[in-house]
């Protein structure tokens, strides 16, 4: 039976990338025997607009029918001052959390085609490596209570850090079986000497290693971690941690690659479905204006048929068709050097095309 | 009437790099007038040695009693197995809240002798000048409820990030008044987009910004400042953040500059009473060694100077005389480079003196 792909194009730049990493989808289907069936559907900004909800049923039903998402992106200055609930980043939250996607996978990788784009020294981040697992539907991203409140007089505002052993032991799990396939090291966040939330997450990934005997635990709190990511960030493999420090971390560690319109990511159920998106924004900046770049979406696909679709092998095919594009000197404004073609999204699509 | 500065030299490298500092305030005292008198106590490792507690009573009878407190580094492994009350940084939490030091001044700036110890490429951090103003009394690290308990049969680890108006409002205050003494610009913080607590941080730093037309403020989400600082750290003047996101934040900030052995930091009350403290650690692995940089204590001396003490004079001094000793080349082992002169802790210490 077919695998169901449900399209959530978003806004700003997401029609325009999503639109390339769909026809990439379309040439694995004509020519490669990928046997998936895409549908559409709204989510975030566009679904505001349309009707009035960031995360409309129609966009829930097809979502949860599905066995993978791929997303544009979400949000735009137009929205920021609308009502919170209807803010398209709720969109994000709300599908997170109905489709259960525990487990964000962020890889943060150089292209050696692209290391001199990167803020650090080159020889810092030339070959970098790393993939960091991020819990996506706890901690105090949904922690309840939560709330502004009058309290002696002032307004207080107050949310609610909280992990239960269960959640941490299934995203800890998911980076030991990554690091598995990796290097073999995986290096858990926390905060442990001031949070007691993440004192149960040390404890809880130290009884997940004695599962793994094969692979390497050690701890870093998560201060050291955003100085470690700066001084050294080859140290790491594979590193987790919860919502919000991997929020801050894999942003960081993104930039570092001084290439986040190359970088795709992935977020997981326990069964294998997942959504797919790239980790950059919605740009509104640059939408509609053809040059944003679909390379991070079109590498989010490839993530899609090894985590969702199991077709590791067109997966690689991808990977390998946008490494040949960059050998060939193609670059969007957003990676551009001296020396090399400045090409526009459509182009750079075409140019995976022929690649495949 | 003499001030009162209490030197709590703590633990690992922090007796070797108090020391020196301690000398540069004994000339200051012999040759500049400075009128002050030098008392010391135990904090953190050392103190939970001598009397089981890391912020022992006494100690807390002569911080309560001084104008300023100079503290070297806290911890160290032999410490880390050891109940949670009895941890030095839990001294370090408990001074900070004892004493109401709500205010972190961190400053992350490059000296132009040290600009090629970075991590980022020269240009990107030449000339780098930044002020963290970090809240230091409020936030997860003090919020209630707080805890691991047993619930439907699993643990769960629960904190709580908290923050009052009036909490808000004193520290961006404190940003803001900074900034007009130097660039005039103020980058607010927070995760607005997900977090109510910081919802409320931003509002009342819009609030706090009426008062001060000369001033500029922008907002800016946690997540995007991470990556901000690697992508183009020039681009801010001061940033004010809660005690969470600036203990990251502000530690990605340091490890930019390359130099952490430089870098000073204030804690301070309402009143301009104060702790000061350099903003590594106590580097245990080489602590008794004589090689650790003192720098950083000594220009924390300088902060104690101008915020506590009413002496920018004697400030500037201390401070011309770090950066003649490093245009004389001499460095100690973490920021030396090919060409310079290697000292150890006493022979940087005995330069900055000469200096003065
Ligand atoms: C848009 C926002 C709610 C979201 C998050 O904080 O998770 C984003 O920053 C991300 O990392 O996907
Ligand atoms: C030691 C620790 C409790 C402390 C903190 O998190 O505040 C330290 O990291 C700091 O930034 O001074």
Redesign the interface.
Known sequence: MSKKILVLAGDGIGPEIVGEAVKVIGVLQREYGLDVELDSALLGGCAVDASGEPYPAATQAKARAADAVLLGAVGGPQYDTLP?PQ?P?RGL?AIRKDLNLFANLRPAMVYPQLAAAS???PE?VAGLDILIVRELTGD??F?EP???EQ?NG?????????????EIRRIVRVAFEAARKRGGRVCSID?M?????????RD?AEEVARDYADVSLSHML???A???????PKQFDVMVTGN??G??????A???TGS?GMLPSASLDEHGKGMYEPIHGSAPDIAGKGVANPLATILSVAMMLRYSLERADLAERVERAVSRVLDQGLRTADIWSAGCEKVGTVAMGAAVLAAL
Do not use: C, H, P
Request: hydrophobic share 45%.
């Open positions: 919170r803010r980043e939250l803020s650090l020294k810092l105090i991203y922690g939560r709330g502004i309290r002032e307004r207080v505002g107050f949310n609610t850090m909280i992990y239960s052993e269960s905060k000497n001031v949070l007691e939330t993440t004192q149960l997450w809880v998560v201060d050291n955003a100085m470690q990511l700066v001084r050294n919000i420090f929020d801050i971390l894999s942003d960081e993104s930039m570092l986040i």
